[in-house]
């Protein structure tokens, strides 16, 4: 998890431009002591400026120089409370190592990054700058823009007020996302100390999450699943450091998805303990979005050896098969053989038992379907366990058949017995039904669309 340690200033090569005036690479920033030493969060590092830094200043995206093309005033965020919008981005944006292509803007202050919106956005999956119960309808000035020139997305909740606590002033911020997967929290005005908003009625975060979802099947109610999110990673950012003109910069590291080869995967010297999946021909730490893919297609078993001399992973024997056929193929032919000489003479019992090797061949191939049909084993005479059981399970069904009528016509007949009564109270639609729990302290949010899409439900679960 987040370890929040810091580590060495590292030195990074100069950046290009994004297409913004004033972004600057971080090595034309003077080493001010308002300059926050790198912290490492394994998946990602940040560093945080002061208000007399420079970079404080450069890491400020000024929308009024933009395209005004370019540039949206959402209307919709702009005059409403607890309201999420999808917004498509030009660009791939890598996020903990995963691609994407589209986010949901909230007006409480933050960006949602999950797949499916859902009514716990606060919960994990976020980007926030300043996640709080930011409320732009109190206020006409009050508005949420944002602006893509092609290589980043900039979002500007721009002089909004607190829902509960109008008095306190109006927070201009923003988070700008590049195409290199850096992220950039700006703050023109905090007119109060962060830890001073309340988060009684909504959550106040600053930083990042992500989290994968499982889904499960629900056994009491068919074609029913149920999905859980499991937060598996945090960042979280010191919010006494967060005042007017500050800004804080987030840089990706390494993550195994990144790797697209089996050698570079369990070669790579990185924060994670990286393995590759045949399976999937997929380089994972087994957490990421794509958990439940890796767990179900057995890859930590897989993974356990940590070799790529793998040629093909679609069966369960993959070198040792081809060759165990090839030879049991082989060695049925020659006693098929023998068998067609000695059938003229006489029907004498096999004078010597398989021994262990033929056995686990045996084994094997009848694992994998691929044991002859004409194997002496099945045809050895006086032997007939395929009808014995074929007989014995048509007796199990009519006798479960048999007992099932009785038992719907004795209740039938006797309503008011014990029997019926324990089954009128248990029928299906006497079930409860299945109700997601909301995570406490989550509010509510409704994304904006068209009137009657049904959202999912969810159950959040506690960080891993």
């Known amino acids: 998890m987040d370890t929040n ?7 990074r090569d100069a950046e290009e431009p994004d297409g913004f005036p004033g972004l600057l690479s971080t090595e034309e920033a003077d080493n001010s002591s308002q300059i926050e030493e790198d912290t490492d969060h394994n998946y990602y590092t940040s560093k945080m400026y002061g208000p007399s830094d420079s970079m404080s200043r450069d890491l ?5 120089q933009m395209d005004k093309e370019k540039v949206k005033i959402h209307g919709i965020l702009s005059n409403t409370h607890r309201q999420a919008a999808r917004v498509n981005l030009s660009f791939d944006f890598p996020f903990y190592g995963h691609l994407l292509r589209e986010i949901t803007v909230a007006t409480g202050g933050f960006i949602y990054t999950g797949d499916v919106v859902h009514r716990m956005l606060t919960a994990t999956q976020y980007i926030a700058p300043l996640m709080a119960n930011f409320d732009p309808s109190v206020s006409r000035n009050s508005t949420v823009i944002y602006f893509d020139n092609g290589t980043a997305l900039v979002v500007q909740w721009d002089h909004v007020h607190l829902q509960d606590n109008y008095n306190l002033g109006s927070f201009t911020f923003q988070a700008t996302l590049h195409n290199t997967g850096r992220i950039v929290f700006a703050y023109k005005e905090i007119p109060v100390e962060v830890s001073q908003i309340s988060s009684v009625n909504h959550p106040v975060k600053v930083g990042l999450s992500d989290a994968f979802v499982v889904v499960h099947k629900i056994q009491q109610i068919p074609n029913v699943r149920r999905r859980t999110i499991y937060e598996y990673h945090r960042v979280e950012l010191l919010k006494t450091r967060i005042t007017n003109s500050t800004a804080v910069e987030i840089t990706p590291l390494p ?3 990144q790797f697209t080869s089996c050698g570079a995967c369990v070669s790579s010297q990185i924060n994670f303990n990286c393995s590759w999946c ?3 021909n997929r380089c994972s730490s087994g957490f990421d979005r794509h958990r439940q893919d890796w767990v179900d297609n057995n890859c930590p078993d897989e993974t356990k050896d940590k070799t790529c001399d793998i040629a093909d992973t679609t069966h369960p024997f993959p070198p040792f098969t081809t060759a165990v056929a090839a030879a049991t193929r082989t060695t049925s032919r020659s006693r098929e053989a023998t068998a067609g000489r000695d059938a003229a003479s006489t029907s004498h019992p096999p004078t010597s038992a398989p021994t262990e090797d033929d056995t686990k061949i045996a084994l094997h191939l009848r694992d994998n379907q691929a044991l002859p049909a004409e194997s002496a084993v099945d045809r050895m005479p006086g032997s007939h366990p395929l009808h014995t059981g074929l007989i ?3 007796l199990l069904v009519m006798l479960i058949m048999v007992a099932a009528v009785l038992v719907t016509v004795y209740v039938y007949t ?10 009128i109270e248990r029928r299906p639609s006497r079930w409860p039904a299945m109700k997601f729990r909301r995570g406490s302290g989550h509010p509510a949010y409704a994304e904006v669309e068209p009137v009657g899409q049904e959202k999912e439900g ?3 679960s506690e960080q891993c």
């Open 60 to 64: 400020w995206v000024n929308i009024d």
């Open 414 to 423: 006797h309503p008011t017995s014990a029997a019926s009564l324990f089954l």
């Open 458 to 460: 969810f159950i959040e």
């Open 278 to 280: 045949h399976r999937l």
């Open 392 to 394: 014995l399970s048509i």
């Open 255 to 257: 993550a195994c998805l």
């Open 5 to 11: 340690r810091a580590s060495q200033e590292q030195s």
